[in-house]
């Protein structure tokens, strides 16, 4: 069977644990814990996501009396230590003071994997609001100044461990009660032995300890260039996909530019087509504007002779007519009176004359 199918096939296992363990199934809520521990860091961080989502495995996780705990932590850190610090690491800015107990614990398992940066998170954790955590957190900073040179003068972390020791929590004073007994006596009642050996065993160690330096500075080193390969080869990449972008963009736009410039053209074209058509137009509009200026000039004079001959005709017309008119009239009167003379009466007022 093929490493895949058997990674997918206890994916599925656990899948069904954590159905069973939902129900509050005392084996497979071990299983289902155990399982965080697993070599595959697939299986381990599926199994540890269903755990923080199941409140009776979470529960079972975060009690310090449980042997499950216990054989979890240590499985989890012997498979990886360097994933169970970075574990603890992030758990410890959470609220959750169960999540930084269990933290604590992780760290304390991988104490030789730590680093000396870590003490300023653990002097934060000094004034947590949980005893236990600041116990655990005195405890953890006690023995992490075995392997690296920390001034514990300004920490009250020695009276925390004292006070743990008459508290009324049974696991702060085991934790208390669990230290190197000589840890006290180191600190508080030896101090000056302890300079006058250390100055004593100066001058034999001072190659070990230029051998331990730059050892650490050749660690640092690699760690840093190691840091700085991965980084320059993930920009290397970042720019590689950048710059095929860019040149599809590129391209696009010189594409769109061209396109561009060609309906520019081609409208320029037909604008300067259209311009020429207009001033033919323009031009043949003013020609025909000229001619009708010219038809309207003569149309003008032609009327203005042919009202002169009007008015002329008329006069005529009205001089032939009024003496035609009056010799009518002439004629009227004259057969009038012959008509008037011939019947005895006097027709000179145009009306018979009565008789008296």
């Known amino acids: 069977m093929k490493p895949e199918d058997i990674v997918q096939e206890r994916l599925i296992r656990l899948r069904s644990q954590d159905f069973l363990a939902r129900t509050g199934?005392?084996?497979?809520?071990?299983?289902?814990?155990?399982?965080?521990?697993?070599?595959?860091?697939?299986?381990?961080?599926?199994?540890?996501?269903?755990?923080?989502?199941?409140?009776?495995?979470?529960?079972?996780?975060?009690?310090?009396?449980?042997?499950?705990?216990?054989?979890?932590?240590?499985?989890?850190?012997?498979?990886?230590?360097?994933?169970?610090?970075?574990?603890?690491?992030?758990?410890?800015?959470?609220?959750?003071?169960?999540?930084?107990?269990?933290?604590?614990?992780?760290?304390?398992?991988?104490?030789?994997?730590?680093e000396a940066g870590l003490e300023l998170q653990l002097k934060k954790l000094l004034h947590d609001g949980s005893e236990r955590v600041r116990v655990k957190a005195s405890r953890l900073l006690v023995l992490l100044s075995n392997y690296e040179a920390i001034d514990l003068t300004d920490t009250p972390a020695?009276?925390?461990?004292?006070?743990?020791?008459?508290?009324?929590?049974?696991?702060?004073?085991?934790?208390?009660?669990?230290?190197?007994?000589?840890?006290?006596?180191?600190?508080?009642?030896?101090?000056?032995?302890?300079?006058?050996?250390?100055?004593?065993?100066?001058?034999?160690?001072?190659?070990?300890?230029?051998?331990?330096?730059?050892?650490?500075?050749?660690?640092?080193?690699?760690?840093?260039?190691?840091?700085?390969?991965?980084?320059?080869?993930?920009?290397?990449?970042?720019?590689?996909?950048?710059?095929?972008?860019?040149?599809?963009?590129?391209?696009?736009?010189?594409e769109v530019l061209r396109e561009r410039e060609d309906a520019i053209l081609r409208e320029r074209r037909a604008k300067e087509q259209l311009q020429q058509t207009l001033v033919r137009e323009r031009k043949a509009r003013s020609n025909e504007v000229e001619q009708a200026r010219e038809a309207y000039d003569k149309l003008v004079a032609d009327f203005q002779q042919r009202e002169d001959q009007f008015k002329h005709y008329a006069y005529d017309f009205y001089q032939h007519f009024s003496e035609l008119f009056k010799g009518l009239i002439v004629e009227k009167e004259a057969l009038l009176d012959e008509i008037y003379r011939h019947s005895g009466q006097d027709w000179t007022d145009g009306r018979p004359e009565q008789e008296s």
């Open 25 to 114: 199934d005392r084996p497979n809520i071990v299983k289902l814990l155990k399982a965080i521990g697993d070599p595959d860091p697939q299986i381990a961080q599926y199994s540890l996501d269903k755990v923080f989502k199941n409140p009776l495995a979470y529960q079972e996780l975060m009690d310090p009396s449980s042997l499950v705990r216990v054989q979890v932590i240590q499985a989890y850190c012997e498979n990886n230590p360097d994933r169970a610090v970075r574990f603890s690491i992030d758990s410890l800015a959470q609220d959750d003071a169960d999540l930084k107990l269990l933290a604590l614990d992780v760290l304390d398992c991988n104490i030789a994997y730590l």
């Open 158 to 254: 020695i009276d925390i461990l004292e006070q743990a020791l008459d508290s009324d929590d049974v696991y702060c004073r085991q934790m208390a009660f669990g230290m190197p007994a000589s840890i006290f006596y180191k600190i508080k009642n030896v101090k000056s032995t302890m300079e006058t050996l250390k100055d004593q065993l100066d001058q034999s160690e001072s190659q070990l300890s230029q051998l331990r330096d730059e050892l650490k500075a050749a660690r640092r080193l690699v760690r840093s260039q190691q840091k700085q390969e991965s980084g320059v080869s993930s920009r290397l990449e970042h720019l590689e996909t950048a710059n095929q972008k860019l040149s599809a963009q590129m391209s696009k736009y010189t």
